[in-house]
T-cell receptor, first 117, second 118 residues
Framework: DAGVIQSPRHEVTEMGQEVTLRCKPISGHDYLFWYRQTMMRGLELLIYFNNNVPIDDSGMPEDRFSAKMPNASFSTLKIQPSEPRDSAVYFC???????????????FGSGTRLTVV | AQSVTQPDIHITVSEGASLELRCNYSYGATPYLFWYVQSPGQGLQLLLKYFSGDTLVQGIKGFEAEFKRSQSSFNLRKPSVHWSDAAEYFCAVGQPNAGGTSYGKLTFGQGTILTVHP
């Protein structure tokens, strides 16, 4: 298995532009999470999905952020318009639903480093 | 709400020395506890996890952690550190849903950066 795949690895964009981050979870995993990591705030959960349905989006900072999961193998996180304070590393993670404790644990992608100038 | 505290932001040890990274959690029931490691430019990798049973759990790369309910702690240990262990380490707690059938969300600590001197 190739693991959780995120693209792009790096993104530099100008303030006000739309940014789309992409994630392909591990096949068969039915939870998908989007995290943001910054030096100041550490790892923040933005939103997570179960079976493609958003379960908790309370961590999405504002209406400029939106996330979708149109099918079990793809998710996007969109920022429109982007601002310099959105600069961070964005991680996607997937997990198998708990069918026994041994199955639980996230697998993280390598992240997308976003820089908004 | 659950929370995780890693009291040490940065720890420096010499190669070959023992290591203990601290983690304290706040949660009203039996937690699911995890340690992850993040190397520079990489995502987080699961080191080990505790759900129930034996309070001393073994993980990958020679790491172990001990769950102490009385102290609300889940400290990570390694008897002899290697230079390749230099990374950032995150403790996390999972909260079961009302039915106990799934554990969707993990809450992470702020992380501890480990530096290893030769």
């Amino acid at each position: 298995d190739a693991g959780v795949i995120q693209s792009p690895r790096h993104e530099v964009t100008e303030m006000g532009q739309e940014v789309t981050l992409r994630c392909k979870p591990i096949s068969g995993h039915d939870y998908l999470f989007w995290y943001r990591q910054t030096m100041m705030r550490g790892l923040e959960l933005l939103i997570y999905f179960n079976n493609n349905v958003p379960i908790d989006d309370s961590g999405m900072p504002e209406d400029r952020f939106s996330a979708k999961m149109p099918n079990a193998s793809f998710s996007t996180l969109k920022i429109q318009p982007s601002e310099p304070r959105d600069s961070a590393v964005y991680f996607c993670a997937s997990s198998l639903i708990w069918q026994g404790a041994q199955n639980y644990g996230y697998t993280f992608g390598s992240g997308t480093r976003l820089t908004v100038v | 709400a659950q929370s995780v505290t890693q009291p040490d932001i940065h720890i420096t040890v010499s190669e070959g020395a023992s290591l203990e990274l601290r983690c304290n959690y706040s949660y009203g029931a039996t937690p699911y506890l995890f340690w992850y490691v993040q190397s520079p430019g990489q995502g987080l990798q699961l080191l080990l996890k505790y759900f129930s049973g034996d309070t001393l759990v073994q993980g990958i790369k020679g790491f172990e952690a001990e769950f102490k309910r009385s102290q609300s702690s889940f400290n990570l240990r390694k008897p002899s550190v290697h230079w390749s262990d230099a990374a950032e380490y995150f403790c996390a707690v999972g909260q079961p849903n009302a039915g106990g059938t799934s554990y969707g969300k993990l809450t992470f600590g702020q992380g501890t950066i480990l530096t290893v001197h030769p």
